[in-house]
């Protein structure tokens, strides 16, 4: 079974770029979830979706970033006109519907987006 | 979210067993306790997770205290392997996200 896979695995924009990364969650798994990790610092939830819904964006900046989960498709994390404080690891994990092991998350192995 | 309280590191030889403690006074009824860990350079991986019972796996055993309101993470024989931040959480059963609130978690250190 593949686990959560993550691409790019590393992805180098200059600054006022715009940065798309990408999450295929577990097969089966419509749920998932955005986390960030700044250097040297915790992990910090950013956005939850279920598909086509964004279901707690509270740890999203209010500017410049998006998600999205479409029917078909991995999920996509959208960071527009990067600045070098949006430099960091960015994870993804998802979990089956709720009802079956939904209290375990699976994470993908991250992009590490580097801003010039 | 209720909180955890982790001590920030700890050390450990290999091939001993550790003990991981984590301290959630604030805890509620309805809250599962789980273990994450991240290995430098990867996402957080699952550990285990409990209610009230102890509990085991192919990993680690959770130990839960009557009271709920500590727990600690039980790594019989560790590896070099086995050097990671481990991360305690308290996640609402019931809630209606799910997410995972991370903490500072424990720098475990195995040492040869």
């Known amino acids: 079974n593949a686990g959560v896979m993550q691409n790019p695995r590393h992805l180098v924009r200059r600054r006022g770029q715009e940065a798309r990364l990408r999450c295929s969650p577990v097969?089966?798994?419509?749920?998932v979830y955005w986390y960030r990790q700044l250097p040297e610092e915790g992990l910090k939830f950013m956005v939850y979706?279920?598909?086509?819904?964004?279901?707690?964006e509270s740890g999203m900046p209010k500017e410049r970033f998006s998600a999205e989960f479409p029917k078909e498709g991995p999920s996509i994390l959208r960071i527009q006109q990067v600045v070098r404080g949006d430099s960091a690891a960015y994870f993804c994990?998802?979990?089956?519907?709720?009802?079956?092991?939904?209290?375990?998350?699976?994470f993908g192995s991250g992009t590490q987006l580097s801003v010039l | 979210d209720a909180k955890t309280t982790q001590p920030n590191s700890m050390e450990s030889n290999e091939e001993e067993p550790v003990h991981l403690p984590c301290n959630h006074s604030?805890?509620?009824?309805?809250?599962?306790i789980h273990w994450y860990r991240q290995l430098p350079s990867q996402g957080p991986e699952y550990v285990i997770h409990?209610?009230?019972s102890n509990v085991n796996n192919r990993m680690a055993s959770l130990a839960i205290a009557e009271d709920r309101k500590s727990s600690t993470l039980i790594l019989h024989r560790a590896t070099l392997r086995d050097a990671a931040v481990y991360y305690c959480?308290?996640?609402?059963?019931?809630?209606?996200?799910?997410?995972?609130?991370f903490g500072q978690g424990t720098t475990l250190q195995v040492k040869p």
């Open positions: 994990a998802s979990s089956p519907p709720r009802g079956r092991g939904r209290e375990k998350l699976f």
């Open positions: 097969k089966g798994h419509s749920h």
């Open positions: 979706l279920q598909k086509e819904n964004i279901i707690d």
């Open positions: 604030t805890i509620s009824g309805t809250d599962y």
């Open positions: 409990g209610l009230t």
């Open positions: 959480i308290l996640r609402d059963r019931i809630g209606n996200t799910g997410k995972l609130i």
